[in-house]
């Protein structure tokens, strides 16, 4: 059984830093693109970032450009996001989703999704 598991979030005041993971069991997702979307209270889920399998490529939302970065430990079989300059705008449920062919913005390439860490910026 594929399981996601994100960790990390919290509630943090603007400017500050968190720095989200996703471990991954089940099965190996280091021939796979992941990536992770957000969803803000009353909106749809939008997507963040990705990363190609090699960790060679990525892909950033611009409202998140400059200030996120994902990476990502094949051997864990784990990817994280590190979020720098948090703005309210940014408080949302956070998801990790894996098992995607290529680095892709739409959800439906995603196979795998986990449940989900909530970040709350307060202003």
């Known amino acids: 059984q594929v399981q996601l598991v994100e960790s990390g979030g919290g509630l943090v005041q603007a400017g500050a830093s968190l720095r989200l993971s996703c471990a991954a069991s089940g099965r190996t997702f280091s021939s796979y693109a992941m990536g992770w979307f957000r969803q803000a209270p009353g909106k749809r889920r939008e997507f963040v970032t990705t990363?190609?399998?090699?960790?060679?490529?990525?892909y950033y939302a611009d409202s998140v450009k400059g200030r996120f970065t994902i990476s990502r430990d094949n051997a864990k079989n784990t990817v994280y996001l590190q979020m720098n300059s948090l703005q309210s705008e940014d408080t949302a449920v956070y998801y990790c989703a894996a098992g995607a062919p290529r680095i892709s913005g739409r959800e439906s390439d995603y196979r795998y999704w986990g449940q989900g860490t909530q970040v709350t910026v307060s202003s």
């Open positions: 990363i190609s399998w090699s960790a060679g490529n990525t």
